[in-house]
């Protein structure tokens, strides 16, 4: 089966610094892979849409300057939270799918837990 | 933009039994595809089942089965001989099939508990 790969599974970073996630797809190419941040007990929110070879799409309201997003490969895209602060704490959880399966099927990493201290 | 609404913020359900969790969502498209998508504790997100808007039949997987009400944009899903592994957080999600819309929206989740 597809597989998606994300790391770290958990960060503690002081407040200013940047935090790079990365999401990898191990065996399978995507054009194209999704980041979503989780606050505890809610749902997924879309923040971006990565694409390989261009810029991100942002979702309204996600700052596009905070949250860098690069999709180098067809294989790698990365997440990264720049300036970090408390606020920025939370879950962020990528996913993407094959090509031939992408309207059946998500596939999602393990998700990163994020602290800002 | 389509939008997915779960009522049920927590149910339980005794082991054994049967739960039904309720989806509603708003679409001006007529082709589309909707998932249930569980999470349990360790937060990773599994696909429990899938329906594609064009097709009539309900979908089934083993104890997990919808009902699929297209006209009334309803998607429940119905879980049988609730096990205590089935406790977690479940999300209704919905995917347009236009080229280059891939992206999914999730309803707010349902938080599903087992009673032994």
């Known amino acids: 089966g597809a597989v998606v790969s994300q790391h770290p599974s958990w960060v503690i970073c002081k407040s200013g610094t940047s935090v790079k996630i990365e999401c990898r797809s191990l065996d399978f190419q995507a054009t194209t892979m999704f980041w979503y941040r989780q606050f505890p007990k809610q749902s997924l929110m879309l923040m971006a849409t990565?694409?390989?070879?261009?810029?991100?799409?942002?979702e309204q309201g996600v700052e596009k300057d905070k949250f860098l997003i690069n999709h180098a490969s067809l294989t790698l895209s990365t997440l990264t939270v720049t300036s970090a602060h408390p606020e920025d704490s939370s879950f962020y959880i990528c996913?993407?799918?094959?090509?031939?399966?992408?309207?059946?099927?998500?596939?999602f990493g393990q998700g990163t837990r994020l602290t800002v201290v | 933009a389509q939008t997915v609404t779960q009522s049920q913020p927590e149910m339980s359900v005794q082991e054994a039994e049967t739960v039904t969790l309720s989806c509603t969502y708003d679409?001006?498209?007529?082709?589309?595809?909707l998932f249930w998508y569980k999470q349990p504790p360790s937060r990773q997100m599994i696909l429990v089942i899938r329906?594609?808007?064009?097709?009539?039949q309900n979908a089934t997987e083993n104890r997990f089965s919808v009902n699929f009400q297209k006209a009334a944009k309803s998607f429940s899903l119905k879980i049988s001989d609730s096990q205590l592994g089935d406790a977690a957080m479940y999300f209704c999600?919905?995917?347009?099939?236009?080229?280059?819309?891939?992206?999914?929206?999730f309803g707010t989740g349902t938080r599903l508990t087992i009673i032994p």
């Open positions: 996913s993407a799918s094959p090509f031939d399966r992408k309207n059946t099927e998500a596939f």
């Open positions: 990565s694409n390989e070879g261009s810029k991100a799409t942002y």
């Open positions: 999600a919905y995917k347009s099939t236009n080229f280059g819309n891939e992206k999914l929206t």
């Open positions: 329906q594609e808007a064009y097709k009539q």
């Open positions: 679409t001006s498209e007529s082709d589309y595809y």
